[in-house]
């Protein structure tokens, strides 16, 4: 868990020296500046504890966090069971569980971002933009390409001639559209077989006369029974945990 967390302080920390470095004199006018013409040490605390506050949404959003949380709500909604399991169990499976699949990513940010920088070979812009050659391609990786090509004209920017040379800004929201519908298409399979079980109830319920009963309420049991003796919950996380290891 704490290399996981170490090239998310890593970004946190260099996100506001790149910034400073791209950012132009006249647009630092108003801002409290060292001798050296950085950004004084207080305003770096206001920029870092401001870029902190963003970490829960980018965990969430470019890890997959994001698939796992769409897919267990589909399938508690399938199931019918409220608000069983509860939001925080569902949360923390599916924090463990993107723990496990980002850790090499973030094991290989923290060599190729943080080390070098803390050695002094590098800047803090220079080990952003190295630091985040494996998130990118982490991304790239579930990235659709009809996802990708919308957000270059979004963002109007030239074809790009390899995958290297697209920006975060573009590969992050074409990744969460890409989780989105992949999550999307999970949960639509997974709605199917509990589906057939309401519908039988429903017919049977109606043919026998049994309107004032919800078939909802028959129907339940069956679906319960139904994912324990398939061992549901083991087949829904391998298939998720098995989509992020194609090959393995």
Do not use: C
Request: charged content about 15%; hydrophobic content about 55%; glycine content about 6%.
């Amino acid at each position: 868990m704490i290399r996981l967390l170490r090239p998310a302080a890593f970004l946190a920390f260099a996100l506001p020296a790149w910034s400073a470095r791209r950012a132009s004199a006249g647009a630092l006018k108003g801002v409290s500046l060292a001798g050296d013409g950085t950004l004084s040490l207080p305003m770096q605390v206001v920029i870092l504890l401001t870029l902190l506050t963003l970490l829960p949404a980018a965990v969430m959003s470019i890890t997959p966090f994001l698939r796992i949380t769409v897919v267990l709500h589909f399938l508690r909604q399938a199931l019918g069971t409220q608000s069983t399991p509860s939001n925080q169990v569902l949360l923390g499976l599916a924090l463990f569980l993107t723990v496990i699949v980002m850790e090499p990513v973030a094991a290989d940010m923290y060599h190729r971002g943080w080390e070098p920088m803390e050695a002094g070979r590098l800047t803090a812009g220079q080990a952003f933009e190295q630091g985040s050659q494996p998130l990118k391609t982490f991304l790239l990786r579930y990235a659709r390409e009809k996802d990708i090509r919308l957000f270059v004209e979004i963002a109007h920017q030239p074809l790009p001639h390899s995958a290297a040379d697209l920006d975060l800004k573009v590969v992050v929201p074409a990744y969460i559209l890409s989780e989105l519908k992949t999550g999307f298409q999970i949960g639509a399979v997974l709605f199917l077989p509990f589906l057939v079980i309401d519908l039988v109830v429903a017919s049977v319920t109606l043919s026998i006369g049994m309107v004032q009963l919800p078939p909802v309420m028959i129907s339940a049991p069956f679906k319960i029974l139904l994912f324990v003796l398939v061992d549901g919950w083991s087949l829904v996380v391998g298939s998720l945990m098995k989509g992020f290891y194609p090959n393995g």
